[in-house]
């Protein structure tokens, strides 16, 4: 048996284990029984519950006694009786089944057609009747009024074949091409068909007229599904007296209201397969919708998912037994699978056992299917260095990351980290240790964490102060300290949480520290030397160590204000920067001088390497602290920024070729010019000399007037002197 969890609701596969072939000997079988563990653990509900290779349907009778399923190789049909929990009887048949119905409560009546065209009537004893349609049928179904059967299939007319008259009536004309599936309404006996264009058509058999038509096709398709073909209708279901549930052959699956054309909902497989069964759940109002490869349960008011089911094998019918938990299903596999899931009711009468069963299993939990795997996300496929996996069969998406055998993740960790299990070993071997040594008897004294000891030793402090406030006080409680508190335990473990004093965030948001500094020091000294005293002397008695009284003192200084330490803090500060800042640039004026001095030797004393001087590559360094040379230059750029243009012109003179001048904070700005060379010099020099030349030579008009202007050149059809022009 196994048992698996979906949206937690438990599931109980109780067909899931090894099955022992036919042809072994009684005998074999009970040594294997004995030897094998997983046949031991099996469940055998109901014996020889398979066919030999392939079922193909299945159904319960009426009276729920009797489980009929139908498979091949070769074509029979098998009839279990749940009373017995056993096979009653088996028949094999000329030709493979398409679909059976049973007419009567029992398994007494019994209609097959075939996938040769030919129906076949069975009663108790066997073989009964057979006849033959005229075209390939795929569907029927049974009208009990007027015991008549309607055969749909490859052809537009839906055949009748009358039961007490044995014979053929008239058949129904049809606008479809073909049929796929049909269904009768067991309230108002509405009759349905499914068409290969994607269309329901109802009639109604006391007239033989057609009462409606329903364009699943085009109402299948939404903003969320991806359809590559025509839906066609292939799977057909009534509930009750108006609802009626579609599924096409893209994967939705319809539900309608007769009173109206268009679906109440549409639900998506997302698997872009055929829907090959219909079922409801009339207690729970879930519907039961599977494709070959998945089983669907969800809500038919909402469409919220309860639960699915996935099989090894994929699925060729689905059977609900009625009023349980307990459905059947038959598969492309020798054995028929049996469900129970105890969400949706209990287990049938002849199988009450199974109540008892699962409430043991869920008070003792046994390994589930996902016990054989381990979650795994993207990140940690990365670290194994398997994310080239992603797409394969080996994982298994699910969430946000996937499922993978839980062998081959332990074989490639031990590869990533083989030293894992070593350090494994080593902190399993010091557990076991420390765990022995608390069993011993110890010395009481007062133990300090490695890291943060003075921040200890000040809790530590404050607890007692509470401890001694709330024993003046009996109704008052101390308050907890967070050296007990786990939350805060890395705190006092870690070195990255080293609190560092000597920094000037803390100086500056502790004053008082450096007072209460000292005094915690004095004490940690004491209580180092109480702990090399108590090693030393063990059964002598602790004497009171030398200077403890000097540590209970207490300085008057304590009673300064918080403000007066902070204004203290701040001026050491600035005093720690000048002298900081004093002593880089004094190195720096050592090392350049250093460097001239070494410029100079090499200047002198040029090297020779076999007999020809070589250059050595020379070196320079910037001064430390030039970057803080804005600071005190401040006065010098406000009076540069209050003078005119004309004086800061004049101040740059002397720096056309080169100006520098700082921006921001640890930033320069340089400005510059090119040297122009000689030529352009030269040719600049010659434009100018053209220029003074060209101007001594020039004829100025500055004695026109702007009148005379005006009077030459005013007056039309005149010369110069007012003569008519020529």
């Known amino acids: 048996m196994q048992i698996s969890s979906v949206n937690d609701v438990k599931i109980y596969n109780l067909s899931y284990g090894k099955s022992l072939p036919e042809w072994l000997s009684d005998r074999k079988k009970r040594q294997l029984q004995k030897s094998d563990v997983d046949i031991q653990r099996r469940i055998e509900l109901i014996q020889d519950f398979e066919m030999p290779s392939v079922s193909t349907s299945i159904k319960v009778s009426r009276d729920g006694q009797f489980i009929l399923a139908t498979g091949t190789y070769k074509p029979r049909i098998r009839c279990y009786d749940t009373y017995q929990l056993s096979l009653k009887f088996e028949r094999c048949l000329d030709s493979e089944v398409v679909a059976f119905d049973i007419l009567s409560d029992d398994y007494s009546k019994l209609v097959f057609l075939h996938c040769d065209r030919y129906v076949e009537f069975h009663s108790q004893h066997g073989h009964y ?54 269904d009768i309404n067991p309230v108002h006996h ?25 364009d699943c096709a085009l109402s299948s398709v939404t903003e969320g599904t991806e359809v590559q073909s025509l839906p066609s209708v292939s799977a057909l279901k009534f509930n009750g007296s108006l609802t009626m ?19 109440l909902l549409v639900k998506d497989h997302y698997y872009n397969l055929p829907i090959k069964s219909l079922n409801f759940h009339e207690q729970l109002d879930l519907v039961l919708s599977a494709d070959c490869k998945i089983i669907k349960i ?14 090894q094998a994929d699925i060729n019918d689905v059977c609900l037994y009625p009023k349980s938990g307990m459905l059947f299903t038959a598969n492309e596999d020798t054995k028929m699978n049996t469900f129970y899931i105890p969400a949706l009711g209990p287990a049938p009468r002849w199988c009450s056992f199974l109540d008892n069963l699962t409430e043991e299993l869920e008070e003792s939990p046994e390994s589930t299917v996902y016990d054989d795997y381990k979650f795994v996300t ?22 946000h990351g996937f499922f993978m055998d839980i062998r081959l993740y332990h074989k490639v960790k031990s590869m990533a980290n083989p030293f894992a299990y070593e350090e494994y070993r080593k902190d399993k071997i010091r557990q076991k240790i420390e765990e022995t040594r608390t069993q011993r008897v110890q010395i009481e004294r007062q133990k300090l964490p490695k890291v943060n000891k003075e921040l200890a030793l000040k809790l530590l402090e404050e607890g007692d102060d509470t401890a001694q406030m709330a024993s003046r006080k009996k109704k008052g409680k101390a308050l907890p300290s967070i050296l007990g508190d786990d939350r805060f335990k890395v705190m006092f473990e870690n070195p990255d949480y080293q609190v560092d004093e000597q920094s000037e965030e803390f100086r500056l948001l502790n004053p008082i520290v450096s007072k209460v500094g000292q005094k915690r020091k004095k004490k940690l000294c004491l209580l180092a030397q109480q702990a090399a005293a108590a090693q030393q002397v063990a059964e002598e ?25 902070v204004r203290e803090q701040r001026r050491l500060l600035r005093q720690e920067d000048r002298h900081r800042r004093r002593e880089e640039r004094k190195q720096a004026d050592r090392s350049t001088v250093l460097l001239e001095k070494e410029q100079n030797t090499r200047e002198k004393t040029p090297n020779v390497v076999d007999g020809k001087k070589t250059s050595q590559p020379q070196f320079y360094q910037i001064k430390a602290g030039e970057e803080f040379r804005s600071f005190r230059d401040v006065a010098q750029k406000q009076k540069l920024q209050k003078a005119s243009l004309e004086e800061r012109l004049k101040l740059e003179e002397n720096f056309r070729t080169s100006n520098v001048s700082d921006s921001t904070v640890g930033s320069k700005q340089l400005t510059f010019t090119l040297k122009k060379s000689e030529q352009q010099a030269r040719r600049q020099q010659a434009e100018r000399e053209h220029h003074k ?32 022009l020529s």
């Open 129 to 182: 009747y057979k006849t033959r349609i005229p075209k390939y049928g795929r569907d029927f179904s049974y009208h009990y009024p007027s015991c008549d059967l309607f055969f749909v299939g490859a052809s537009s007319e839906v055949f009748r074949l009358n039961l007490e008259q044995g014979r053929f009536l008239n058949s129904l004309q049809t606008d479809a091409v073909q049929h796929n599936v049909c």
């Open 190 to 214: 509405l009759f349905a068909t499914g068409t290969s264009e994607g269309r329901v058509e109802c009639w109604d058999p006391r007239v033989r007229s057609r009462v409606g038509t329903l």
């Open 245 to 263: 549930a579609v599924g096409t052959s893209t994967g939705q699956v319809l539900l309608y209201d007769l009173r109206s054309s268009l679906p």
């Open 298 to 311: 969800w809500n038919k008011d909402t469409g919220k998912v309860f639960s699915s089911i996935q099989p």
């Open 378 to 399: 993207r990140k940690d496929l990365e670290n194994l260095g398997l994310s080239h996996l992603i797409g394969s069969s080996l994982l298994r998406a699910y969430m």
């Open 541 to 565: 008695e602790q004497e009171e160590p030398e200077g403890q009284a000097s540590s209970e003192e207490e300085s008057s200084d304590d009673d300064k204000s918080w403000v007066e330490e």
């Open 693 to 724: 030349e060209r101007k001594k030579l020039r004829r100025s008009a500055g004695h026109l007037s702007s009148a005379r202007g005006r009077g030459r050149h005013g007056s039309r059809g005149r010369g110069v002197r007012g003569r008519p």
